[in-house]
């Protein structure tokens, strides 16, 4: 039978059948992945085939093959060095919330996350959450960024999660497709889930303190089918939105705008920092490009971690 994983606590998987039938299901004997140094062989949102255990009293299953996954989300494991454990696969879309203030998100840090996104081949949307609570000059900060996002490509919609403003357009997007939430503490995550769909009790919240606390909470991803054909993965407890080891040639290929101007640089391996003739560069001067994208890029190209998590320059 072919299956959905949307829980998995180990050693057994929640496997859901397109008719909608679950079973808990284990993995047979050893199971390999080619190319992934995983610390789980199987993540929520994988289709996998499996086979109902007719030995044991219950009705459980044993998962014997996996399907390519269109992509998928990793963590760096905690003690095994250069092991990695695949948070969630094949996932549809992932949303920000940003807030203008309280907390603030600045540039640097969207732009990282929209990168991750761009390696991890998933569709980003940004939501511009608790418009409001904004007065005009704040109001005029989302239109400046919304501009620039959305000249990029990237869908940009403005919210309340309290108001309920636009919470439809957010609804009618997530229709037929697997999403997941992201952004800082405090920007109104469980606000909005809960608008979407007020009977679904993510426990992202107590789980993240439980794991604050020291306390020995191994925490998994969930997937949940919502009311209207629609699919959210929670990650309790993982922050952000993982990880991806970069080289330092492939970054500006995550940066859309940059990408496309990469061809009218005069050097082929041009990193659009010192080069001469460098089309990106290029852009900037002529304001084709924005200053905070090209700030951001050169950060990540410095790997510099520290000012990275420090810098509060004001978006313009
Ligand atoms: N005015 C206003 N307040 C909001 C809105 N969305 C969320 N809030 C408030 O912001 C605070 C934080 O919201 P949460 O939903 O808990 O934020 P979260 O992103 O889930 O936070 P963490 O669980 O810490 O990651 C709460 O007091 C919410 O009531 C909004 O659209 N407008
Ligand atoms: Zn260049």
Known sequence: MTGRVYKSTGSWYTVKTELGQTYECRIKGKFRLKDIKSTNPIAVGDFVE??????????????????????????????????THIIASNIDQVFLLV???????????????????????????LLFNKIDTYDNDTLDEVRYLAHVYRQIGYECIGISAITGKNIDKVKSLMEGKVSMFTGHSGVGKSTLVN??????DLKTKEISMQHMQGQHTTTFAEMFDLSFDAKIIDTPGIKGFGVVDMEKEEISDYFPEF????QDCKFNNCLHIEEPKCAVKEALENDEIAASRYRSYVQIIEGDEEHYRTDNWNQE
């Open 50 to 83: 499996f086979e109902l255990d007719t030995k044991s009293d219950q009705e459980t299953g044993v998962i014997n093959k996996i399907h390519d996954r269109q992509n998928y989300i990793v963590r760096k494991s905690v003690n095994l060095s250069k092991q």
């Open 99 to 125: 807030t203008i203030d309280n907390p603030p998100t600045f540039t640097s840090f969207i732009d990282r996350f929209l990168v991750t996104a761009e390696a991890y081949d998933i569709k980003a949307i």
């Open 195 to 200: 608008a979407i769909e007020p009977s679904l």
């Open 259 to 262: 990408f496309k101007l990469k």
